[in-house]
Every structure is written in C-alpha cells, then in structure tokens.
C-alpha cells in the first residue's frame, strides 16, 4: 500500500482528477468554478505518495493569523490506511511554519469518520451552528430521497 510522502499546492491542471474524486466523495460536491474561487483566493494542497501519485487534497482559506479548513478530502483507494492523519499533520505543519496559529474546520454532525480523524489530531469542539448543511435523507415509506438541514460542529486547534 502506497504511503503519504509529501504536499505540493494545487493547480489549475489537478483540477480534473480532483473534481472525480470530490465527487466520489460527498452528496453535495464543490463545483469547478468552487475550486476555482478556492485557487485565487487560498491555499490549497495536493497529497503525494513517493511516486507523485495524487493521495487527496486541501482547501485553505486564511484571515490574519487563521487557518480555515474548507475542504480536507483522501481519494477513496487511499481511505482507512493513515493517509489522512498523515496529510493532516503535514497540513498544520506546514500551515504552523507559514506563521498561522490557529486551525478552524466545519463537519458535518453525521460525518464520523471525519470527526474521529479531527479529534484524533488534536482538534476540540467548539460549538454547533444549527442547520448548517443541506442534506439528503431516505424516506422508507415514501422511498424518495429528500432534502433535509443538518447541523455542523465547529472545530479548531491550535498550531
Ligand atoms: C475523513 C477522511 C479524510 C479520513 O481519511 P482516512 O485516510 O481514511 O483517515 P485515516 O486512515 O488517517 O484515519 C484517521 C482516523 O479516522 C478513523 N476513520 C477513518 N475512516 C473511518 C471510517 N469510515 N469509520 C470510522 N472511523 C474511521 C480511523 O480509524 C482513524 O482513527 P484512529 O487513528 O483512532 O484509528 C476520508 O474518509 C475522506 O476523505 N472522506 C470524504 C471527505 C470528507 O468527509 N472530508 C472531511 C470533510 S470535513
């Protein structure tokens, strides 16, 4: 299995693959004009394995001496191996070497596994803004799906 060996910042020409993966991996995916925004006005990061293979990517907005985390995403081949504990650390290395201080995230209530990896590096919880997201439920009786809201837990962690 191949290991995380390095970030580089993401450009225009990554954005094909990381639109597939974006959309393997969320119900509500950013669109190419959303990563767009994100390449002129932030800091966005690709993951590398030692064989410049693509792992995942970041999206990072920064305000003085803050860091938000909008988008933190490990391709799906990738997932349950470290990769995204590793890419994180190296994120807020490298974000603490920049000189930013403070690392703040947003997550969906239901999104666990995100939650375990957050919590796991250090993050606390901060609060909740209520019906933060939109998201989509299965009715059973009906057997549609449906649009719902969903809360979001505020995260951060100092660097
Ligand atoms: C969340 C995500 C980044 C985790 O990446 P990953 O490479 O699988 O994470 P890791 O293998 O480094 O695991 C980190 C921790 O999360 C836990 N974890 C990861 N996936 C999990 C899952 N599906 N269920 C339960 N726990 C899980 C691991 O057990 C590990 O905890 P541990 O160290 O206490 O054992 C990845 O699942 C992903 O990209 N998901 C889709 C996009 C997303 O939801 N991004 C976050 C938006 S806020």
Same mark, same amino acid.
């Given at each position: 299995m191949s290991e995380l060996s390095y970030l580089r910042l993401m450009q225009e020409t990554d954005l094909h693959w990381v639109l597939q993966v974006e959309q393997q991996s %969320? @119900? #509500?995916?950013?669109?190419?004009?959303? #990563? /767009?925004n994100s390449l002129d006005? $932030?800091?966005? %990061?690709?993951f590398c394995s030692a064989e410049h293979e693509m792992m995942g990517y970041a999206c990072v907005l920064t305000v003085l001496d803050e860091a938000q985390l909008l988008n933190f995403c490990i391709a799906p081949a990738f997932r349950k191996s470290g990769i995204g504990r590793a890419a !994180? =650390? =190296? +994120?807020? @290395?490298? !974000?603490k070497q920049a000189g930013y201080e403070q690392l703040l995230l947003e997550v969906r209530e239901s999104n666990l596994p995100a939650q375990k990896l957050y +919590?796991?590096?250090? #993050?606390q919880t901060d609060g909740v803004r209520r019906n933060y997201y939109r998201c989509q439920e299965?009715? /059973? =009786?009906?057997?549609? +799906?449906? /649009? $719902?809201? /969903? @809360?979001?837990l505020l995260m951060s962690r100092s660097l």
């Open positions: %969320y @119900d #509500f995916p950013w669109s190419q004009k959303g #990563f /767009e006005q $932030g800091v966005n %990061y690709i !994180l =650390q =190296q +994120l807020m @290395d490298k !974000l +919590l796991g590096c250090g #993050f299965w009715r /059973e =009786q009906t057997g549609e +799906l449906v /649009e $719902g809201k /969903e @809360d979001a």
